[in-house]
């Protein structure tokens, strides 16, 4: 019954799709923290910068990113990202956009998660002399930190399935395989079952882990 | 301006801000003046490039009948998405055992499942099991996709909008003797389609930003894929990926100012019950924000809380 999955690399797809997930995923935790600290920060023109970038990233489609890093960056200048390979070229521009693109994401839910950490918290910092760095990484952030586990759990969940965007510009993971098999193989219904399983085993695990662990984790008040 | 995470700046204070907001805008400068010669360099800044941008056929051949199949399949898919997640929404919340149960196997399933993922399997569906036309068949499968996982995420909706409404609604519906559709249909689905109108709004967004996907790998003529034949025509890859940016950012902004401010007045006005589910809590990277199974917690519809800080 599963003969068409012969001669294909199924279980590659999808390591490919999890390393984009794992190290966008660590890439966009960085660059939305930082933006989510620009954005509260007391420079002007820093919280300017936050505001503009998470908003101009938010409502442009991650389609037009990835094809743009592809198609823009990488063949008109020339941006290499280290590597003459094609494919190693087309993962690396792939995370690039994904991080970029998840850390607008991922600023919005931490600067959310610093606004439930009550204001007495941030008053107590600063009566007894803590800088602006000081507060926020000392008192606030830590907190904000352990209740936006589940947001952020949501954002992991998004950036998995939105990896699939990344066969626009040809990296060979699940979304791609899935194209080739079904436009080749006649079981159209049972590929696109076991696809859709796939990314079932992925997410939901990953959704009822982050899940349990926001709620122990969480500052209860 | 100050906020509770930073006294007013003092002299001292302000000096140091002024010192970092010079370094911020030397390296930002530096960064966008790195950007200019770098387009320099590879003459992306010529004006022929550009030029084709200011003539009405690139608008009226390329731009606006793309951006308007990019309306079309995001309004299909909108409007078809909707009735089908209201149906499910309130299956979640039967008191059967059993329609709960499917109905919130099959809203789980579609939310975890990739977009693209749905497109490509209607996409090769309907070109081998029905009689759909070559041409046609991209946007279907574009509205198919959307609609399967868009109805989902609104089912969501739909429930944490009827879970955020006040017990006492049904508890008086009930004490006037309605029956449980009545109940649903006349008192609590009025009420919470007010309540949900910014969070729906603000889902029309993520829809509008997934037809692109379509355009990439379907061939259906969106805004994005007329951005490559216009881009093959006058060789302006990049100015056409700003344009076509550019016009993406526009057009969301404007739902997003839209769902902003119906939220606002939504929440003014007295003849709701002060439920209401705001854009906020919509992203399209947060859909289980609204009580969903993956671990929020937000019963009943996370409320958005006071911005606080900034």
Redesign the interface.
Known sequence: MFDFLDGYDVLGAFWMTVKLTAISAVGALVWGTLLAAM??S??????G?GTVYV??V???????IV??SS??LA???GMTMGSDDFDIQGFRLAVLSLAGY?AA?VC??I??G???VP?GQ??AA?AIGL??RQ??TLV?LPQAFRSVI??L???L???T??T??A??IGVAE??LL??TM??NEAQ??LI?AV??FG??VL??PT??I???L??RLAVKR | ?S?????T?GPR?KRR?IL??AV??VL?ALLLWWMWQ?MDD?G?LDSALWKPFTTSEAWTTYLLPGLANTLKAAALAMVIALPLGAVFGIARLSDHRWVRGVAGTVV??FR??????LM??AN??YS?YTDVSSEDRPLYAVVTGLVLYNAAVLAEVVRAGILSLPRGQTEAAYAIGLRKGQTMSSILLPQAVTAMLPAIVSQL?VI??????G???LNFPEL?NSRGTLAANYAN??QS?IV??IM??VL??IL?SFASWLERYLRRSKRSTGAVLGA?DM???????VGG??????EGGGL???????
């Open positions: 954005r509260v007391p420079v002007p023109l820093m919280r910068f908003n101009v938010r409502n442009i489609p991650l389609t037009v094809l743009f198609l823009g063949d008109i200048f998840t994401f919005e839910s600067r959310s610093i606004n439930t204001i941030a008053e600063r800088s602006f507060t926020l606030v589940g947001p759990a949501n954002v969940i998004a950036l399935k939105n699939t965007v066969a626009a699940a979304a899935m194209k079904i436009e159209v219904l696109g696809f859709a990314f079932v997410t939901l959704g009822l982050l899940g349990w926001s709620k | 301006m906020s509770v995470l930073y006294d700046p204070a801000n970092f907001s911020f805008a930002l770098k590879k992306q789980e399933f975890a499942i990739p977009v693209l993922l490509l399997f090769e569906f081998r967004v509008v930003k997934d037809t692109a996907l355009g990439v790998m994005l890859v990049i990926f076509v940016a993406f950012i969301n902004f997003t906020e992203e399209e990277l947060n859909p289980a924000a199974t993956f671990g929020t917690g937000g958005p809380g006071s911005r606080t800080y900034t």
